[in-house]
């Protein structure tokens, strides 16, 4: 809770003057509201007594409408300056929580799915928005009119009446403090239930295609509606206790009012207080309902604002375990791309087996490696370990241009390589925005990256050619030209490494040789490391690095490794005699 509490105050004392303002303008609004009762009261003992004339009336009007005008001030004073405040604090945390998140390690995404991040940028801020606005007021307002009032009715009217009326009241303190430790526990489980709920909606919908492909609507449905009547019983669970606390709070204030009318009418019957006295306490007991309400809806919202603030506490607090760290070397400003392995050994955390083991390979800034092996064999782990989306055990077997890696600030490793990962993701954006997604748009360079990557052609057909909408996840372009398109970001960045994870696999083979004899133009004097799974791919480069379960089988050029009979022999042999068959069976076709 005092974590919680300090995050909160962190945001506010940048908001102190204007939060200062705001319950001044409610001060002023709830102390003029007091002063009506009396005067109401001062106009009916006036006309009763014969002591007040009409002029005297007219007076005691004219001072009603400039308390109202004053009220009407204050409220919108109040109004501007926390309500205000709150919706800026809110835009604050959601841009700090972005801005963290987009520091956090991959390790963290995979424990926590899309839907319940998307539940802390939406119901969670809204509950701490509330807190911060309405929750403040609602507080300040009650207790500032509780006071107000108990005063005037003890000062103005009677103690022994004021004594009376509240003792139900007293009831609702103890019944607010256990209302708020039940509706924390309830409100917190009923965001968790909205975070399963949006999850399952966001997963249905990026996976909707599958869904169709396997006529798995109905098995979505049922389980969607599951997580949906979870969010309903969670909703309810929280309905219910506002249903039962607040007719029983109105239940009390019927009762302290009962009293009032009972006792303060005999008082008056018997000239303890006066007819004027008895309507302003009984407008003094309107005036209390507000503040008993107003309090188990503060309380509600406390609880439920709090909860949501502990929630985006959690990851606020969450460090990326990849950072720049005090053995960060900032001289380090640029990278040539000499690579060196050296006993690589890395497991993926929770995992039992090694990932990778005793991996030692040297490549030379310019050269090309190309990396093979069957599926799981550890090629995009290589690949993700370069650019330190993962640590190895060891800082010192991996180094770029000599400096261990973690020496090398963040900023200028992850400058330095232009990564196409196996997943071509893209963004639902335009064609040459996510070719120019690393540098300013450039129309000269995005035509040179699209021409380069095989892919220009094609964007020329669609309906707004570089300009055209690609979709959510590039949902409207092929797989291939996903894959180009990609590679044209990639080369559009320029960089001194470029990693390329099995990204030809949606290519045909000829566009497949153009690519690479269009890398091989670009690429001179820089360095490229090629994971594949087609040996097409990779046997023109400098070296070849073949993994086996993690581990190195076998390293050489293309002529060398042929000449082992190995794995790579293996498979090469394999691939021809696949192209040959397939190239057979055309020809058949023709």
């Not at 007091?34 to 001072?63: E, S, W």
């Not at 239930?193 to 919908?205: G, Y």
């Not at 109905?218 to 949906?228: G, I, P, S, W």
Request: net charge negative; with cysteine.
């Amino acid at each position: 809770m005092k974590s919680d509490l300090k995050l909160l105050f962190h945001y506010l004392r940048r908001y102190w003057f204007s939060y200062l303002l705001g319950i001044v303008s409610l001060i002023t609004v709830d102390f003029v509201n007091t002063l009506i009762p009396r005067i109401t009261g001062n106009v009916t003992d006036g006309l009763t007594n014969g002591m007040l004339d009409a002029q005297g009336v007219f007076g005691l009007a004219m001072r009603i409408l400039l308390y109202g005008a004053l009220i009407m001030l204050g409220r919108f004073g109040w109004r501007y300056f926390l309500f205000g405040s709150s919706r800026s604090i809110e835009r604050e945390i959601r841009d700090d929580l972005f801005t963290h998140i987009e520091t956090l390690s991959p390790a963290w995404y995979h424990q926590h799915k899309t839907g319940d991040i998307m539940a802390h940028f939406t119901n969670d801020l809204l509950s701490v928005r509330k807190l911060l606005g309405m929750t403040v007021i609602s507080t300040v307002d009650a207790t500032l009119m509780l006071v107000l009032v108990l005063r005037g009715m003890i000062v103005y009217v009677s103690p022994k009446l004021t004594l009376i009326a509240v003792i139900p009241l007293i009831l609702i303190i103890f019944g607010d403090l256990l209302f708020g430790r039940i509706m924390h526990r309830r409100f917190l489980a009923r965001q968790e239930a909205f975070s399963e709920l949006t999850d399952s909606v966001q997963e249905s919908i990026s996976g909707i295609r599958v869904i169709k492909a396997f006529v798995q609507e109905r098995k979505q449905l049922m389980e969607f509606a599951r997580v949906n009547t979870r969010s309903k019983e969670k909703n309810l669970a929280v309905v219910r206790l506002m249903a039962l606390v607040f007719p029983l709070l109105e239940f009390v204030i019927g009762i302290a009012t009962l009293l009032t009318l009972l006792w303060g009418g005999r008082m008056a019957i018997y000239g303890e207080i006066t007819v004027g006295q008895f309507i302003t306490f009984n407008s003094y007991i309107t005036l209390l309902v507000w503040p008993m309400i107003a309090a188990g809806e503060s309380i509600s919202s406390f609880a439920q604002g709090m909860a949501s603030v502990h929630r985006i506490s959690i990851i606020l607090r969450q460090q990326p375990e990849i950072r720049d760290s005090a053995r960060t070397d900032p001289s380090i400003t640029a990278l040539r791309g000499d690579i060196d392995l050296s006993h690589l050994t890395f497991t993926y955390p929770g995992a039992a087996a090694r990932a990778l083991e005793d991996i030692s390979v040297h490549v030379r800034a310019g050269e090309t490696l190309a990396i093979i092996g069957r599926t799981g064999s550890g090629k995009t782990t290589l690949l993700n370990l370069l650019t330190r989306l993962y640590d190895p055990r060891d800082p010192q077997s991996l180094r770029i241009d000599g400096h261990p890696l973690e020496t090398i600030p963040m900023a200028v490793l992850r400058s330095s390589i232009a990564v196409v990962p196996q997943d071509s993701f893209l963004f639902s954006d335009t064609v040459e925005r996510n070719i120019a997604f690393a540098a300013p748009a450039d129309d000269a360079r995005v035509r040179a990256a699209a021409e380069a990557a095989c892919v220009h052609d094609n964007i020329l057909q669609f309906p707004q050619q570089y300009q055209t909408s690609v979709g959510e996840r590039g949902v409207t372009v092929s797989g291939g030209q996903k894959q180009r398109i990609a590679i044209a970001r990639a080369l559009y960045a320029d960089a001194g490494i470029l990693l390329l994870d099995d990204s030809l696999s949606a290519v045909d083979t000829n566009t497949e040789e153009e690519i690479l004899q269009h890398l091989r133009d670009l690429r001179q004097g820089r360095t490229t490391l090629i994971a594949a799974s087609r040996l097409s791919t990779v046997q023109d480069a400098d070296h070849i690095l073949v993994l086996d379960d993690g581990r190195m089988a076998e390293y050489g050029t293309h002529e060398e490794l042929m000449a082992l009979k190995g794995i790579y022999h293996d498979i090469y042999t394999r691939q021809q005699l696949e192209h040959e068959l397939t190239q057979e069976g055309g020809d058949k076709d023709e």
